[in-house]
């Protein structure tokens, strides 16, 4: 079954640590591709999206993503975590074909010690 | 600033009841969604209308329907609830594939 997966679903850290998040899909074709961060106590906001163009993209908080079409994978990296990022993580994927469905990964849970 | 409203923040219901969760956006919006979220399964679409009185199917229909009679308003059905509906339910909006899709805050829904 076609889908996205996310490893490591809970990920503890130090703050001053880099986070790396794996995202993989597995959907042929152009995909839109999207993170989303949900703060605990908080509804899920965009952290952010790739589309088309330079695959590296940049989103809000200081995180970046990075869209390697070869390995299908779409990964979310941040140099340096601080203990507001604490939060859980999710992956999401728009396959062409599909209209508006997203399709979301199982989510990291990232918890941030100070 | 987009805004996506459901009805309820918590709710509590017996089993067989029919319950209604009700999601409201105030952006004009085509496409709207219902997921369920539940711990380590991250977030799977039930039902989601891409237009008034337009549904479709999503991964885990089974147990739910959806009404979309104006197009600000889509609702959540659960025909007979069940235990295993206890969940934390989302409603998301969006105008097209290329924009993000905005979310409520949620309703956490207790089936007892």
């Known amino acids: 079954a076609q889908s996205v997966s996310q490893h490591n679903h809970h990920v503890i850290l130090s703050e001053a640590a880099s986070l790396e998040l794996g995202c993989n899909y597995s959907y042929g074709g152009t995909v839109n591709l999207f993170w989303y961060v949900q703060y605990p106590g908080q509804h899920l906001q965009l952290l952010l999206k790739?589309?088309?163009?330079?695959?590296l993209v940049k989103g809000i908080k200081g995180f970046e993503a990075e869209f390697i079409k070869s390995k299908f994978s779409f990964n979310l990296r941040k140099p340096s975590v601080q203990w507001s990022d604490t939060a859980e993580y999710f992956c999401?994927?728009?396959?062409?074909?599909?209209?508006?469905?997203?399709?979301f990964g199982k989510g990291n849970q990232v918890v941030v010690i100070p | 600033d987009v805004k996506v409203t459901q009805s309820s923040r918590y709710l509590v219901k017996r089993t067989g009841e029919k319950v209604f969760l009700e999601c409201v956006q105030d952006m004009d919006h085509e496409n709207m969604f219902w997921y369920r979220q539940d711990p380590g399964l991250g977030l799977r679409l039930i039902y989601f209308?891409?237009?008034?009185?337009?549904?479709e199917k999503g991964d885990i229909p089974e147990g739910y329907s959806v009404s979309r009679e104006k197009k600000e308003r889509f609702s959540l059905i659960l025909e007979s609830a069940s235990t295993n509906q206890t969940s934390m339910y989302l409603c998301?909006?969006?105008?097209?594939?290329?924009?993000?899709?905005?979310f409520g805050d949620g309703t956490r829904l207790s089936i007892l």
């Open positions: 999401a994927v728009t396959p062409l074909l599909r209209n508006n469905r997203l399709a």
């Open positions: 998301a909006s969006t105008s097209d594939r290329y924009q993000p899709q905005h």
């Open positions: 209308s891409y237009d008034v009185k337009m549904k």
């Open positions: 790739y589309f088309s163009g330079d695959p």
